[in-house]
C-alpha cells in the first residue's frame, strides 16, 4: 500500500466549475497536510495546508480534512484555465520533518 | 524577500560521474530538505539538514550526500552516478520546528540528466 495515494487523472473540468481532488494517507500519526500546484516543467508550489479536522478556506481554494478516514481533500471554485496543472498531496507524520508525497492528480479546465 | 535559489538550472553528466547541486533557503529559514523527483512521480524525500547536521534521511543510497553550511545554505552530492539517477532535484526551505507542523516551499529545482 502506498503511503499517500491520489487518483492520477486527468480531471477535466470546464471553466467556471468545482474541482475536487482527493488523497487518502496511511499512517494515522500524520499530523500535517499540503496541496502543492505544480505547472509542467515547473516546481512545487504550496497552495494550502491544514492541521486539523474540518475546512480551511483561502480564496478560491477550500482544503478538508478526515483524520478518522484518513482522507484529505482540496476543493477548487470557480475554476480557470489556468488552475491547469498537475496538484500533489503532502503529508508529514509526527516523527521528523519529512514530507510523503502522492503522485499527483493531473488537472485540466477547459474554456 | 528571496525566495529558495537553486544551482545550476540543468546539468549533463556520464554514468559514473560526480555531481553537486546547490541550494540557498528563503530569508529567515534555517532548515533545508532535499527532494528527487522522477517523470511524471511525486518528489521523493532524500534528505533534511538543520544546523549542519543531517536530522533525517530517506530510502538512498549512500552514493547521496550533502552537506549544510553555517549560513544555511546546502549542497547535495551524488557520487558515481547512474542512468536512474536523473530527475528534477528540489530543494525545500522551512523553519525547524518540532511536531512536523513545518511549511517547505521549494525552489525551481536543478534538471539532472545522466547519459
Known amino acids: 500500500q502506498k503511503e499517500v495515494e491520489q487518483n492520477s487523472g486527468p480531471l477535466s473540468v470546464p471553466e467556471g466549475a468545482i474541482a475536487s481532488l482527493n488523497c487518502t494517507y496511511s499512517d494515522r500519526g500524520s499530523q500535517s497536510f499540503f496541496w502543492y500546484r505544480q505547472y509542467s516543467g515547473k516546481s512545487p508550489e504550496l497552495i494550502m495546508f491544514i492541521y486539523s479536522n474540518g475546512d480551511k478556506e483561502d480564496g478560491r481554494f477550500t482544503a478538508q480534512l478526515n483524520k478518522a478516514s484518513q482522507y484529505v481533500s482540496l476543493l477548487i471554485r470557480d475554476s480557470q484555465p489556468s488552475d491547469s496543472a498537475t496538484y500533489l498531496c503532502?503529508?508529514?507524520?509526527?516523527?521528523?520533518?519529512?514530507?510523503?508525497f502522492g503522485a499527483g492528480t493531473i488537472l485540466r479546465v477547459k474554456s | 524577500d528571496a525566495g529558495v535559489t537553486q544551482s545550476p538550472t540543468h546539468l549533463i553528466k556520464t554514468r559514473g560521474q560526480q555531481v553537486t547541486l546547490r541550494c540557498s533557503p528563503k530569508?529567515?529559514?534555517?532548515?533545508v530538505s532535499w527532494y528527487q523527483q522522477a517523470l511524471g512521480q511525486g518528489p521523493q524525500f532524500i534528505f533534511q539538514y538543520y544546523e549542519e547536521e543531517e536530522r533525517q534521511r530517506g530510502n538512498f543510497p549512500d552514493r547521496f550526500s550533502g552537506h549544510q553550511f553555517p549560513n544555511y545554505s546546502s549542497e547535495l552530492n551524488v557520487n558515481a552516478l547512474l542512468l536512474g539517477d536523473s530527475a528534477l532535484y528540489l530543494c525545500?526551505?522551512?523553519?525547524?520546528?518540532?511536531?512536523?507542523?513545518?511549511?517547505?516551499?521549494f525552489g525551481p529545482g536543478t534538471r539532472l540528466t545522466v547519459l
Open positions: 525545500a526551505s522551512s523553519l525547524w520546528m518540532g511536531g512536523g507542523y513545518n511549511e517547505q516551499f
Open positions: 530569508s529567515g529559514h534555517d532548515t
Open positions: 503532502a503529508v508529514n507524520g509526527p516523527y521528523g520533518n519529512k514530507l510523503v
